[in-house]
C-alpha cells in the first residue's frame, strides 16, 4: 500500500508520476516551438452567448476566434510534439467577487493526444477531447488546416495573402500573449451524476516569445455532423457550425518560440 498524500494533487492513476502539477514554480512549461494559425471572426451574439455558460456574458462584440496550433519540441513530453484546435469567445466574467474580467473563454480544445488532453482537463479544467488534427500546410503565402473524428471533417481553415508582420507588431503581439486573460470552466460530476464535485471558472496564463508572424486574409468553415458520424460531438460540432462568419477581423500564422504554459499562477475566478 501507498499513503495518498493530503497536499499533492495526483493524476489518475495516483500510483505513476504524470507532469510537475505546478509548473509555474519552475516559471511554465517550455514548448520549444508552437505554429499557431487563428481566424478571428464577428458573429451573431445569439449563437455566441449561446456558447457561454452563467456567469459569463459577451464582450462589446460577438467575437469567435479559432486556432490550429503546431506545438512541438515539448520539454514534458520529452521533445514530442502535437497539434490542437481551440475555439474561444471574447467574454466578460461577471462574478460575486470578480465581477467585470474581461478575457476569452475557450469553449473547446481538440487534441490529438491523450496526455495534454488528460492534463488540460484534470488539472487546469480546459475543455479538451479529441480529433484528428493533421499538421499545418503551408506554401508560399498561404496556409491550411483542419480536423476531423471517425473518419468525418470537423473544420477548415485557411488563410491566405499572408504577409509578414514588423518588429514593433510581434512585440505588441508578445505583451497581448502575456497581458490576456484566458478562462476556462472547471467541471467535473460527482460518481453518481447528481450534479457536480466541481464546478468553478479559472485562468491559464501564458507568455511566449514572438520571432516571426504574418497577417492576411481567412476563411473557416465548420461541417455538420451528426450522431451517426460523430456520437459525442456532433452537438457542440452543430452549434459552431451554425454561427454565422459575419466578417473575418483577423487572420495570423504566428510562431511562438518559445511558449512557456502556466508561467504564472492561474487564478479561480468567483
Request: aromatic share 10%.
Amino acid at each position: 500500500m501507498y499513503p495518498l498524500e493530503p497536499e499533492y494533487p495526483y493524476t489518475m492513476p495516483t500510483v505513476s508520476v504524470f507532469r510537475d502539477p505546478r509548473p509555474w514554480e519552475q516559471g511554465g512549461m517550455r514548448y520549444g516551438r508552437n505554429t499557431a494559425l487563428t481566424v478571428t471572426f464577428l458573429t451573431s451574439e445569439e449563437g455566441a452567448a449561446a456558447l457561454l455558460p452563467e456567469p459569463f456574458h459577451l464582450g462589446d462584440e460577438a467575437l469567435v476566434s479559432v486556432s490550429i496550433v503546431q506545438c512541438e519540441d515539448v520539454d514534458w513530453l520529452a521533445g514530442r510534439a502535437y497539434n490542437l484546435i481551440g475555439v474561444d469567445v471574447a467574454a466578460v466574467f461577471a462574478g460575486e467577487v470578480d465581477k467585470d474580467v474581461v478575457g476569452a473563454f475557450c469553449v473547446v480544445m481538440w487534441e490529438n493526444m491523450t496526455e495534454p488532453i488528460l492534463g488540460g482537463r484534470d488539472h487546469s479544467g480546459v475543455p479538451k477531447i479529441y480529433a484528428d488534427i493533421p499538421n499545418l500546410l503551408r506554401h508560399g503565402d498561404e496556409c491550411r488546416g483542419s480536423a476531423s473524428h471517425f473518419g468525418h471533417p470537423i473544420l477548415d481553415v485557411a488563410a491566405r495573402e499572408l504577409r509578414p508582420l514588423s518588429q514593433e507588431q510581434r512585440a505588441e503581439l508578445e505583451q497581448a500573449k502575456h497581458d490576456s486573460i484566458w478562462m476556462n470552466l472547471k467541471y467535473f460530476p460527482n460518481v453518481k451524476n447528481t450534479g457536480p464535485d466541481t464546478c468553478y471558472a479559472c485562468t491559464y496564463p501564458a507568455s511566449a516569445q514572438c520571432p516571426a508572424a504574418w497577417e492576411g486574409k481567412g476563411e473557416i468553415q465548420f461541417h455538420a455532423s451528426t450522431f451517426e458520424k460523430n456520437p459525442t460531438q456532433y452537438v457542440l460540432i452543430n452549434l459552431l457550425k451554425e454561427l454565422p462568419v459575419l466578417e473575418v477581423r483577423t487572420t495570423r500564422l504566428i510562431v511562438w518560440e518559445p511558449f512557456m504554459a502556466l508561467d504564472r499562477e492561474p487564478r479561480i475566478l468567483r
